[in-house]
């Protein structure tokens, strides 16, 4: 809220310095953004006065002018300029004076005459006519008021004003006016506020010959109340109203217009002035716009409006758009004779939703959209009134109509001094307390250790003993408030179990060069279908939202593969060439549908990989490196996963139920997602990794005896895997079998079609005693003789 400390010490007498009223209004509560001091824009620029004037010896085009600036002497000055005359008052740019434009005055010479200044145009103090009639003649500004001589110009253009910018939270819309600000800096520089008392007289008549109202929808329209004024003066505002609407951003029109908009700024309470003459029927409806209506507002513009939209309404068409802007047909002009006044409370979120729809948004709009007070609808009315009757802008009518669908009761709240106190940690007398509310309109008396507080209306916001207790400290002082140490034992903190397997996982695969992403939590409900995934697939059995942001973020999501798929897609056609993501998350499985219970909640890892360099097995390692990271010893099968490639798939077991599945993403699949390259997908259920036994590390001595290594060569069915020759491996050779590997697949010419050739090197070793070969040999027999049985030969 940027607010004229001119027009703020109408009502308050500011009696500190500005820093000081920024530094307590602060800790009062009101941050203040911004400070802008208008009289820097020019200095030592002053009202003259030209008493004489005579041709420049030197020059036919200049003329030297003695001006009296107030000073003992006259003050000569050599212009140019054709249209001043003796007696007029002008604006003087002195010796050493700067102008808004940019230019620094220095007294010299012209032609051989010393000029101690200059005469100031409009242009070049930066005036448009809307700032100061007659600024855009070309030529000197001729000054049309009677000034003092000497008068610092930035006196008569309202120049010499400081704007503050306040920031005001949601929960005070009171603040959103002078009047607001006024009463909150009373309170915090302990002064009166002079709050403006409406008086005016009226001129007989009845205000029911002029206008009738009819409020339909008192549901987003609580109050509308209107007044008539009839013999219209047209004329231009006084220049004191002219200087705070200036100060506020607002341009002065007329004195009808300019009231309304300066008691919108001084109350907060928005109004509109239709011209009776184009009320047709004169009749005003409150009512739901029909469907398709038509209205081209004041800025000439033209809007289709729906029922969920309040208009205000002759018998006709609509006159205005409730609590925004007013239609192009009634607005005031220069030969209106007779006004309707009105001023009203209209639902906020009505006036947001219209507001938005039609893409406008003006000061009026604001305010409503904030919130306004239904009590402060006839103060603003009252003061607008007085307004017409100080400026005789005409005559008010007798009468009011005020349609309202029930006014509220006063709200009290009874709260205990003591309670406060302790939600406080302070001491504050009772007494105390009462005084400050009281000056924050909030009326208290005290009875014992009972405050009573009669809650005014403009402050919905205060609900009960929480927020009198934050009225009375931001008041009292927070600066009272002593810092203390903390009590307490010292607890050292330790992650859960579930985080710190978190953090292990993380850890393992940024170590393989991974990146962590973070998605949303909700898909599309089309994910599974672009997926391929099966109608009777589990994963379909997903939490649906009632209100979702949108049709892509409908659904809880049951995998993580469409996120990742997604990401990769946006990284792929963002022509990134190669990526290694993970995501460690949630999945959400409902119990059952329609969901009545929070849904299970389990953990998942997500892989995502492409680029020239990347393939099925660089993934099938990194799965494998995080199930051993926890003690997991995997075997695995084919999987049937529909997104993934049939024959680069695979399933990872742990204890007889699948703990991964991973592979090439099936090239369906990957251009359904915009991923026109191989890609490579894992899921991981991370709850197994959690409940996984914790490890034990045994240490034990370096080997005394030697190994021996023997190599096996077979041949076997290529359908046979690779995991089931090394399971019988492993059972066949016994204790003294320390280690085995595949070094070599092979498949192509010496080797019949259907089969390929697999070779290990085995590590024998007896921890006891030197291993003898025929040891090593028995165990190669036994093991011979049981892969004989899984169709595996020994190659010659």
């Known amino acids: 809220m940027k607010v004229s400390l001119n027009w703020l010490g ?21 941050e203040v953004d911004g400070i802008e001091d208008l009289s820097r824009s020019m200095s030592n620029v002053v009202v003259g006065l030209i008493e004489k004037r005579e041709k420049h010896p030197n020059a036919d085009k200049l003329q030297i002018c003695y001006l009296n600036v107030g000073k003992e002497t006259p003050l000569q000055i050599v212009t140019g300029a054709d249209n001043v005359f003796e007696g007029a008052l ?4 002195l010796h050493d004076s700067h102008l808004p434009n940019g230019l620094h005055i220095k007294k010299g010479k012209l032609r051989g005459i010393e000029s101690f200044g200059m005469l100031c ?3 070049e103090l930066c005036l448009k006519d809307s700032d100061y009639p007659g600024a855009e003649v070309n030529g000197i500004l001729i000054l049309n008021e009677e000034y003092p001589v000497g008068t610092d110009m930035r006196t008569v253009l309202g120049l010499d004003d400081v704007i503050i910018d306040f920031s005001v939270t949601a929960n005070r819309p009171d603040c959103q006016s002078i009047l607001g600000i006024a009463r909150e800096v009373a309170v915090a520089l302990k002064t009166e506020l002079k709050m403006p008392i409406p008086e005016y007289k009226t001129k007989g008549g009845n205000i029911n010959e002029h206008i009738s109202v009819t409020v339909k929808d008192y549901d987003l329209c609580p109050r509308y109340m209107g007044r008539a004024v009839v013999n219209i003066r047209m004329a231009s505002s006084p220049e004191w109203m002219k200087k705070c609407l200036k100060a506020e951003g607002m341009r002065p029109i007329n004195n009808i217009v300019d009231i309304t908009n300066f008691v919108m700024l001084e109350t907060g309470q928005p109004m509109h002035a239709f011209d009776l003459r184009d009320v047709n029927g004169r009749q005003i409806i409150v009512r739901r716009a029909e469907e398709k209506e038509g209205i081209t507002t004041l800025d000439g513009k033209e809007h289709t409006l729906t029922p969920e939209m309040l208009v205000i309404a002759d018998s006709n068409q609509p006159s205005c758009l409730a609590g925004i802007m007013g239609s192009l ?13 009105e001023s009203a409370k209209f639902r906020r979120d009505s006036v947001r939703r219209t507001a938005r729809h039609l893409g406008m948004r003006t000061e009026s709009s604001a305010r409503f959209e904030k919130g306004i007070d239904i009590m402060n609808v006839e103060y603003a009315m009252e003061r607008a009134l007085q307004l017409i009757y100080e400026l005789d802008a005409g005559d008010i009518v007798e009468g009011i109509i005020d349609c ?16 406060i106190n302790a939600l406080l940690g302070l001491d504050i007398s009772a007494d105390d307390m009462v005084d400050i509310l009281n000056k924050l309109s909030i009326k208290t008396t005290n009875s014992g250790d009972t405050l009573t507080c009669t809650i005014p209306t403009f402050r919905d916001d205060i609900e009960g003993r929480a927020d009198i207790a934050e009225e009375i400290m931001r008041i009292y002082g927070y600066d009272h408030i002593i810092g203390t140490q903390m009590n307490g034992a010292i607890v050292w903190g330790k992650k859960p179990h579930d985080r710190l397997c ?18 949303y939590s909700f898909i599309s409900g089309k994910a599974l279908d672009m997926l391929g995934v099966p109608a009777d697939d589990e994963r379909r059995r997903s939490v649906v939202l009632r209100n979702p942001l949108g049709e892509e973020y409908s659904e809880m999501r049951t995998q993580l593969v469409s996120s990742m798929l997604n990401v990769l897609s946006t990284n ?10 993970f995501e460690v998350s949630k999945v959400f499985i409902p119990e059952s549908l329609p969901a009545v219970s929070q849904p299970e909640e389990r953990p998942a890892v997500c892989i995502g990989l492409y680029g020239e360099n990347e393939n099925f097995f660089d993934l099938k390692g990194i799965v494998e490196d995080i199930l051993s990271c926890f003690g997991i010893s995997a075997e695995y099968e084919r999987a049937n996963q529909a997104y993934l490639h049939p024959g680069r798939q695979a399933l990872a077991m742990a204890e007889g139920s699948p703990i991964a599945v991973f592979g090439e993403v099936h090239p369906d699949t990957a251009e359904r997602f915009g991923v026109n390259t191989r890609a490579y997908i894992a899921e991981i259920r991370m709850d197994k990794l959690i409940a996984a036994p914790n490890d034990v590390l045994l240490y034990k001595p370096l080997p005394r005896f030697p190994s021996i290594e023997r190599d096996l060569a077979l041949t076997c069915d290529k359908e046979l895997p690779v995991a089931e020759i090394e399971k019988t491996i492993r059972l066949s050779a016994g204790k003294n079998l320390e280690d085995i590997w595949l070094f070599d697949v092979y498949q192509g010419t010496q080797i019949a079609d259907g089969k390929k050739s697999v070779a290990y090197r085995l590590v024998f ?5 030197t291993l003898k070969d025929e040891e090593v040999d028995a165990s190669l027999r036994k093991i011979i003789k049981n892969l004989l049985e899984k169709g595996c030969v020994l190659r010659s």
């Open 765 to 769: 070793r007896n921890s006891e005693a």
């Open 10 to 30: 109408r009502y308050v007498d500011i009696n500190v310095p500005l820093s000081e009223l920024c530094d307590k209004m602060v800790m009062s509560g009101f």
């Open 121 to 123: 145009s409009g242009e």
């Open 90 to 93: 002008v604006p003087i740019a």
């Open 404 to 419: 309202n669908a029930g006014l509220p009761q006063e709200r009290v709240l009874n709260v205990s001094v003591s309670g």
């Open 572 to 581: 792929y056609n963002r022509k990134i060439s190669e990526v290694r993501f």
């Open 329 to 341: 047909d009634s607005e005031i002009k220069e030969d209106t004779s007779s006004i309707f006044f």
């Open 502 to 519: 978190a953090d292990k996982v993380k850890s393992r695969l940024v170590a393989h060069g991974l990146f962590e992403i973070v998605t």
